[in-house]
């Protein structure tokens, strides 16, 4: 009915190793027999997923995502997590905090019982997925705040924002491919023998990483289109404003015009008139405003 922190090492224990200290990591290794190399790989963040037998212990390397700082480049990637399967125990290791086995939906809830390693491991599995379809989820809501942001954009920094998720749903594709694999050798029964209600349950973490995959997939298509269509809007809003800048000049250029020749030092028509000016600055507005008036219907202005 729930997780019981303990001391020490108990049957049917999951032993959770966030960023050990190397004296941790040897112990894991002395007091558990978990090799040293898997231990080193699980703290490796350009690990691959893999799945072994080795010394009578399951050893597997799936990987989850995190949020690594909005700063980042790209600000979601994925971290190994190696778990190892004993007869009595289960340990996970990696070198950041994650959230697995922590934030179970109510359906596999029911599921979680440690003193089953190889029903743990098929949970775990199965919340793997989840995270994934929690981090897309955040994602998405980030992507539709900047798309309110990209309307009216005449600058390419929303758009450089986009290509960073759009970074983090590649990382995300290829590391849920690999755990797919993972997936496929143990439904082959080599490694490890599963009763029926074991097999019912590793095929519905199949289908749930499947649906994952194609999520994101169908996320990062959604995302890269975007990005290309959002490209193509902040080229037509820079040349809307200069339409308008070019536009407005020639407006204002008329009343210069005037200006200019009425201010040489040169005998002109109405120079001892005392409406001269009045009537200059009216003709200046008047021209500006038939011009101004010949744009905006043509949709320059």
Not at 36 to 44: E, N, S, T, Y
Not at 88 to 111: K, S
Request: hydrophobic letters at 45%.
């Amino acid at each position: 009915k729930g997780l019981v922190e303990t001391d020490g090492v108990v049957e049917g224990c999951w032993i959770d190793a966030a960023d050990p200290t190397p004296e941790e990591a040897s112990r894991l290794s002395e007091e558990l027999g978990i090799p040293r190399d898997f231990v080193a790989d699980a703290l490796d963040p350009g690990q691959v997923s893999l799945i072994e037998k080795e010394g009578g212990l399951l050893l597997v390397l799936v990987h989850v995502p995190y949020f690594d700082g909005t700063a980042t480049k790209p600000p979601y990637l994925t971290a190994p997590v190696g778990i190892a399967v004993g007869d009595h125990w289960v340990a996970t290791i990696c070198r950041i905090e994650h959230e697995l086995l922590r934030q179970l939906p109510h359906e596999r809830e029911r599921e979680l019982d440690t003193t089953e390693p190889t029903r743990l491991l098929l949970v775990a599995l199965w919340s793997v997925a989840n995270m994934y379809l929690r981090r897309l989820g955040e994602i998405d809501a980030i992507v539709e705040r900047l798309e309110g942001r990209l309307q009216g954009s005449l600058r390419n920094r929303e758009v450089l924002e986009l290509l960073r998720y759009q970074k983090s749903l590649v990382h995300f594709t290829n590391s849920l491919r690999g755990n797919e694999l993972i997936l496929e050798s143990l439904r082959q029964g080599d490694l490890v023998s599963m009763a029926e209600p074991e097999q019912r349950l590793l095929d519905d973490v199949i289908i749930e990483h499947r649906q994952a995959i194609g999520r994101v997939e169908v996320a990062g298509t959604i995302l890269s289109n975007m990005m290309d269509a959002f490209a193509s809007i902040i080229s037509n809003n820079l040349n809307t404003v200069m339409k308008f800048l070019t536009s407005m000049t020639i407006v204002l250029i008329i009343p210069t015009v005037l200006a200019t020749f009425y201010g040489m030092n040169v005998p002109v028509p109405f120079q001892h008139d005392p409406w001269a000016f009045a009537g200059i600055v009216a003709l200046s507005l008047l021209c500006a405003l038939i011009v101004a008036l010949i744009f905006w219907k043509k949709d320059w202005l």
